[in-house]
Each structure stands twice: as structure tokens, then as C-alpha cells.
């Protein structure tokens, strides 16, 4: 089976041992309660929930960087499944669960790079 671009691309990163411990001291340093309010996170809102799980982990782990990653290639593994079920029959049902399954792996990603984004201080 073909593992597509971006988990492909997320694994290979973990590999890199010293840049995974070289990442792992920037998010340590990070702002994150005023990168909250700069990446315009809504509190009481599904990415409020996943932020803060960004934040506890890179809190608390010694390999924040690792284990982020890693919940994007799960991420990216799942899209591969759900989009390789999509057919001209599925139901639109099915179709919003598939949709739906997109738009969190995808909010999921955007927040970790916006965690290890440089530019927004």
C-alpha cells in the first residue's frame, strides 16, 4: 500500500533524531496563551480544546515535537482510508461523515503548524 505525500513526509521527519530534539526546544519557549488570542482561537471551541492539548503536550512530554507529528501521521493515514472509501454511491451521509473526518484531521495539522510557526511571535 501506498502511503500518501504528507504521512510519507511526516515520517521521514521522524527519523531525524537531532532535528526532533532541536524542534523540541522551540515550542517550549512558546507564548502559547497569547498565540491564542494572535491565531484568533475562540475559547469554548473545538480548536480551543485541541490547543490546549497542544499545550499540555508540549508541556509536558520531552518530545513534544514526536508526539505531534505523530498525531499527523495518524491524521493522514485516516484521510487515506476515509477518501479511498468515497465512491459515486456512497451516501451523503457518509459523505458529511468523510467531510467532517477531513476538516478535523486538517484544523488538527493547521494548529500544530501554527505551534511551530517562527513568524507569529
Not at 515550542?27 to 469554548?44: H, M, Q, V
Not at 471551541?45 to 499545550?55: A, E, P
Not at 499540555?56 to 472509501?85: F, I, R, Y
Request: glycine fraction near 4%; proline fraction near 7%; charge should be positive.
Amino acid at each position: 500500500m501506498k502511503v500518501p505525500r504528507p504521512a510519507r513526509a511526516y515520517r521521514d521527519a521522524l527519523t531525524q533524531t537531532a532535528e526532533l530534539e532541536r524542534a523540541d526546544a522551540f515550542p517550549k519557549n512558546r507564548p502559547f496563551d497569547r498565540l491564542r488570542s494572535a491565531f484568533g482561537i475562540t475559547p469554548g471551541t473545538l480548536n480551543d480544546i485541541r490547543w490546549d492539548i497542544i499545550v499540555k503536550t508540549v508541556q509536558a512530554s520531552n518530545s513534544p515535537t514526536k508526539e505531534l507529528l505523530s498525531v499527523c501521521v495518524g491524521g493522514a493515514e485516516t484521510l487515506k482510508q476515509t477518501m479511498t472509501t468515497i465512491t459515486p454511491q456512497t451516501s451523503p451521509a457518509m459523505l458529511r461523515r468523510a467531510l467532517a473526518r477531513w476538516f478535523s484531521v486538517l484544523s488538527h495539522g493547521a494548529l500544530v503548524s501554527d505551534a511551530f510557526d517562527s513568524l507569529v511571535r
